[in-house]
């Protein structure tokens, strides 16, 4: 449905022109097709089904990983949840060596870029790719060079955002930032968690020690929360967990206390409308709060998620956001800021990107 306001859909490469951030996007979701055909044929791994059609999540089902984890990577709350967990699963035990693993981060970046994204965190959960169990430091190390490679060429710069696996226990998850402070591997800039609560019902209280030492030791902090949760789960991620941000956070929209807490604290939503619908959170993108949010005072910012899977871009989602919505030059360049802002960034970084947002603003007028 349109909305009532919009006027012609802003197109993409007005919107790949914006300077701008991108901060609630998994690496595991943005593996390109010929990123997959290549690795496969790499490693000689016969492809579970037709090349054509490896992105068609309902063909996930088939897919059948070695080691399977529980949870973990992208959006949650449907019955193909777990058939696209298998498929992430399968697609990062793919990426065996050091240069496999340095150019899917490469990629990434490259990725990142040609949206028009100059900044972007990213979340890595190192408990989908198998094949660097007890090696998650190696892998680190790995996807920083990638990044430091791709930094050098000009290319879209990026941090890293580990991520605990919901499932995980809490001794798993104070061991993994106890190495990751102790390591302090270069671009890694953030703790988080993602998975589905609904399986493994709420975890604030369980990762309350592991995000105290991230937080001890400077690691910012982002919590998946309040998509496969409802507001409970934001409120966990807010008083036990010190997060920053929420990645999705939609359902926050059901209490109008959180609405004010999140205000008062300035805490960003990540917010992933396509995935969120893909996903069976609401039905469609009309049903969405994502204006509800952004009405109540609410500094929300728009992401992808996992746009390989999902058969998305940026660009695409914040079009077809400005059309459902209602958006405009002026709102766009908002969302652009907000993603500056919330992003973990360095200062300069920051500051740098807002002058070129407020100069790209001024001169191509709303
Ligand atoms: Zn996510």
Redesign the pocket.
Known sequence: MLHPNATARIDEEAIRALPKAEV???LE?TFSLLDLLTLAKENGVPLPGPAATLFDISSHDAFDAPEVTTGG????GSAGLSGFLRFLDWQCGLVRTPAQAARVAYAFAARQSASGIRYSDV?VNPTHWNTWRGRELELLDALAAGLDEADQDGLCRVGMAYSLLRSQSPTEAEDAVAALVAASPRRVVALSV?GDEKVTGRTGEKFQGAFAAAAAAGLHRTV?AG?SSGPEGVWDAIDLLQAERI??GVRSIEDPALIERLIADGITL?V?PR?NVTLGIYPSWAEHPLPRLLDAGVAVTL?T??PAPLGSTLEADWAVAAQQFGFGHAELVGFAGRSIDASFADPDTKAGLRAELAAHAEAVPA
């Open positions: 609630h996007v998994h979701g990577g992208a959006g949650a979340i993602d998946h998509e990645d999705h990540g992933c995935s992401n998620d996992d």
